[in-house]
């Protein structure tokens, strides 16, 4: 089956922790994204990557790092600095960033809460 | 950067009922405009999209209409049924800058049976 691995489902952080969440996709999509979704808000981009070894702040990149060193994989670190870390995170990832092919196809989510 | 609203926030419908969610964008460069649907827990999955070289899309009981003079466009659910009960959302990419859609605060629907 094709598609986006998201792990964990739901993660605990403590206060002062930096936390990683996985993403990890078999469709041999080059483009690579992170969303935070809050109730109400939508979805507001993190992190993207267009390519291995490349990546680009979003709109809300404070807080957070992400690495791409290798195309089905683009982990995210949720920070110390990131003082309000509670939320629903999702990864995306399309064919290409640019053109017709950049539909996106999303996992399931993490949950991320603070202790 | 572009900017989409979408309304209603929440939408209440009797099974059978249509439903129809609008959002409008403000960059007249924007050409996609997928939608999303988004059930309890999952992530969003993509159920209808069009280009800005259309008018109107049908699959099924779901269609989408554009109008680019107006810079809106809505997704209209005929016949709906309890398993439609979930947060939509709709976005806009222009074919230009960064490519990144720009999505919606999303519309709850609810249908009731």
């Known amino acids: 089956d094709g598609g986006i691995t998201q792990s964990p489902k739901y993660l605990f952080r403590k206060e002062g922790q930096n936390v990683t969440l996985s993403c990890e996709q078999n469709?041999?999509?080059?483009?690579m994204y992170w969303y935070r979704q809050d109730p109400g808000q939508g979805l507001r981009l993190i992190y993207y990557s267009q390519i291995v070894n490349d990546f680009q702040k979003g709109d809300i990149a404070e807080g957070y790092s992400v690495s791409r060193e290798k195309k089905e994989s683009f982990p995210l670190t949720v920070t110390s600095a990131q003082k309000n870390p509670t939320a629903f995170y999702l990864c995306?990832?399309?064919?290409?960033?640019?053109?017709?092919?950049?539909?996106?196809?999303f996992g399931a989510g993490t949950r991320l809460s603070v202790l | 950067g572009e900017n989409v609203e979408q309304h209603p926030s929440t939408l209440s419908v009797q099974e059978g009922d249509s439903a129809v969610i609008k959002c409008t964008y403000s960059d007249s460069a924007s050409n996609y405009f997928p939608w999303y649907k988004q059930e309890l827990g999952k992530g969003p999955q993509l159920i209808i999209d069009i280009r800005s070289n259309v008018g109107e899309k049908k699959d099924q009981r779901i269609a989408v209409t554009l109008n680019k003079t107006a810079k809106h466009f809505s997704l209209h659910i005929t016949e709906t049924q309890p398993e439609d009960s979930a947060v939509y959302f709709c976005?806009?990419?222009?074919?230009?800058?960064?490519?990144?859609?720009?999505f919606g605060r999303g519309t709850s629907l609810i249908v009731h049976p």
């Open positions: 976005a806009a990419r222009d074919s230009g800058g960064s490519y990144i859609p720009t």
């Open positions: 469709l041999n999509h080059d483009a």
């Open positions: 995306a990832s399309s064919m290409r960033l640019a053109g017709s092919k950049n539909i996106q196809y």
